[in-house]
């Protein structure tokens, strides 16, 4: 694809805002990608869904769209198999193509946005599973060198929302491919997480297909989670922050109702999402943009927000979750 200038990357974003590039240019191949980088010059953006990003200003360099393809077996047995997928990939798209096919243990990831080149990167996760569970390998260019380097588990240094590729290795490299592993025979389902066993039990369903659980994963996402199609947004804002048992038992104290989530001998892992709303934010409307009405981690764009404005209300939440609860939040999301 021939370089674009000046380009918009309103539809490149789920948050839909406007922002433009100096040059953008989509490759759907390591080929074509490695011709980009030997004769680039400018400071490089890499986009795969625009679904973990927040743009606050024009971009005065290369946008550079990964939309490499390709979902193609390595290895087959009558237990698992062995699967390469193209980054460029949409991730939904690969967890339906799996269920299909009845390969498990991506079920609870169904409908998490963006592309599969993303998912190791922000080790993304739901409803109690991990992308490092199915994670075999990955082939990623480097920038510089245009070297081909394979990236095996231990390499990538997963932890919750973490991976190298967020610190010693950030910038330095585009991934290209993900190489997953999935079981075929049956496998122990993880129900227990969130509302999944609630969905099951209303639809009558008591023992779940892998199909049967990415449904009713589909369904709570849907009910709680705006369509970027309609609001933009880019799923959940904030990580859920861990925090030290002894803290939180001290909140308990005067919170009676705060969740949390044992993580080690030591520490407790609180949803975002609750303290947020403990702070008076869901719903919250500032203009174009603001908190959504069914979710408070999620922040959106109702339609001509900017992405400044959605950092200020992210730095205002953040401040009051501090003033409140002494806890600090971290964001998922990019800022660009």
Same mark, same amino acid.
């Given at each position: 694809?021939? #370089?674009? /200038? ?8 789920? !948050?839909? +805002?406007? &922002?433009?590039? @100096? ?58 198999? #062995?699967? /390469? ?8 798209? !690969?967890? +339906?193509? &799996?269920?299909? @096919? ?235």
């Amino acid at each position: 694809m021939e #370089i674009i /200038k000046e380009a918009s990357l309103k539809s490149y974003n789920t !948050f839909g +805002l406007e &922002a433009k590039a @100096k040059f953008f240019q989509e490759v759907k191949s390591e080929e074509a990608l490695k011709n980009v980088l030997q004769n680039n010059q400018e400071e490089l953006l890499i986009l795969g869904g625009g679904s973990n990003i927040l743009l606050t200003k024009d971009f005065d360099g290369l946008v550079l769209k990964n939309s490499i393809e390709g979902i193609d077996v390595i290895k087959e047995s009558d237990d698992y198999v #062995i699967v /390469k997928v193209g980054a460029g990939v949409i991730w939904h798209d !690969f967890v +339906l193509y &799996a269920i299909e @096919k009845n390969w498990g243990g991506i079920e609870n990831l169904s409908l998490i946005p963006g592309t599969v080149g993303a998912a190791p990167m922000q080790n993304i996760g739901a409803y109690g599973v991990e992308i490092k569970e199915v994670f075999e390998s990955l082939e990623a260019i480097h920038i510089k060198t245009l070297d081909k380097k394979v990236f095996l588990k231990d390499e990538c240094e997963f932890g919750y929302r973490e991976s190298v590729f967020k610190h010693t290795a950030k910038g330095q490299y585009i991934i290209t491919s993900v190489t997953f592993k999935l079981t075929k025979k049956e496998h122990t389902l993880n129900t227990s997480y969130g509302a999944i066993k609630e969905i099951l039990n209303q639809n009558g369903i008591s023992h779940p297909t892998i199909k049967d659980v990415s449904d009713a994963v589909i369904q709570i996402r849907q009910s709680k989670l705006p369509d970027p199609k309609k609001i933009g947004n880019a799923g959940s804002f904030f990580k859920n922050p861990t925090i030290d048992k002894l803290d939180y038992e001290m909140l308990k104290l005067e919170y009676q109702d705060i969740p949390g989530y044992v993580v080690s001998e030591n520490e407790v892992k609180v949803p975002a999402g609750w303290l947020i709303e403990k702070c008076g934010w869901k719903g919250e409307k500032r203009g174009n943009i603001g908190v959504h009405k069914n979710q408070a981690l999620v922040l959106v764009n109702y339609g001509n927000g900017s992405g400044d404005e959605i950092k200020q209300l992210a730095i205002d939440i953040r401040e009051s979750v501090i003033s409140k609860f002494g806890i600090h939040l971290m964001p998922e999301v990019n800022f660009i």
